[in-house]
């Protein structure tokens, strides 16, 4: 069973930039397809971002894709997220997650980190 450990959330300003790490520990973290998401107040947790084991495929939620970079590094079992030019609306608590297969499925993802706010001030 993997953990997942999220780091690198906070207060930022409207178009700044942050990048948000996932440090994977008691399992094989290439085994896994990894995901992002985000869960905004009183809304539904959305997919963000997703790569696949090995990291040579990617998919992005349409909305933000332009906005974000996905990647990991498997030698340092971590998962990455670079997000730039943020906006209010950005607002969240960011969860990375691992699962089975690439896909924007929230079911499909077993395991999930304890999630990180980010704050985008206009």
């Known amino acids: 069973q993997v953990q997942l450990l999220i780091s690198g959330g906070g207060l930022v300003q409207a178009g700044g930039s942050l990048r948000l790490s996932c440090a994977a520990s008691?399992?094989?973290?290439?085994?896994?397809?990894m995901g992002w998401f985000r869960q905004a107040p009183g809304k539904e947790r959305e997919f963000v971002a997703a790569?696949?084991?090995?990291?040579?495929?990617?998919i992005y939620e349409d909305s933000i894709k332009g906005r974000v970079t996905i990647s990991r590094d498997n030698a340092k079992n971590t998962l990455y997220l670079q997000m730039n030019s943020l906006k209010p609306e950005d607002t969240a608590v960011y969860y990375c997650?691992?699962?089975?297969?690439?896909?924007?499925?929230?079911?499909?993802?077993?395991?999930w980190g304890q999630g990180t706010q980010v704050t985008v001030s206009s």
């Open positions: 997650a691992a699962g089975g297969s690439l896909t924007s499925s929230i079911d499909a993802y077993a395991y």
């Open positions: 008691g399992g094989t973290f290439s085994w896994y397809a």
């Open positions: 790569i696949s084991r090995l990291g040579r495929t990617t």
